[in-house]
Nanobody, 126 residues
Framework: QLQLVESGGGLVQPGGSLRLSCAASGFTLDYYAIGWFRQAPGKEREGVSCISSGGGSTNYVDSVKGRFTISRDNAKNTVYLQMNSLKPEDTAVYYC???????????????????WGQGTQVTVSS
């Protein structure tokens, strides 16, 4: 069974940091681009970041540039989202998603992602 599982969410004060993990089971992430998405209460889901299958290409939404870093460890079948200088507006449920990509080491957050995790809550509050 193909599955993505997020972890690492929690409650953190403004200015703090969290590292989210997205672990795959049932398939290897080597040939998949991975995206991180978030959805805050009453708001639409938005793309936060993505990383290509080879790790050579990354993208970020403007609001997190310079604060968040996406990375992947294909040996561990895991993708990470390091979140620093967190702000209250970063509060949301964060999801990872995977889409198979061949021939190109790129990622696009607006692609139709095939597999989704269940989400992990991130709350930034004092």
């Amino acid at each position: 069974q193909l599955q993505l599982v997020e972890s690492g969410g929690g409650l953190v004060q403004p200015g703090g940091s969290l590292r989210l993990s997205c672990a795959a089971s049932g398939f290897t992430l080597d040939y998949y681009a991975i995206g991180w998405f978030r959805q805050a209460p009453g708001k639409e889901r938005e793309g936060v970041s993505c990383i290509s299958s080879g790790g050579g290409s990354t993208n970020y939404v403007d609001s997190v540039k310079g604060r968040f870093t996406i990375s992947r460890d294909n040996a561990k079948n895991t993708v990470y989202l390091q979140m620093n200088s967190l702000k209250p507006e970063d509060t949301a449920v964060y999801y990872c998603a995977a889409v198979p990509v061949s021939f190109q080491d790129i990622c696009v957050m607006s692609w139709e992602y095939d597999y989704w995790g269940q989400g992990t809550q991130v709350t930034v509050s004092s």
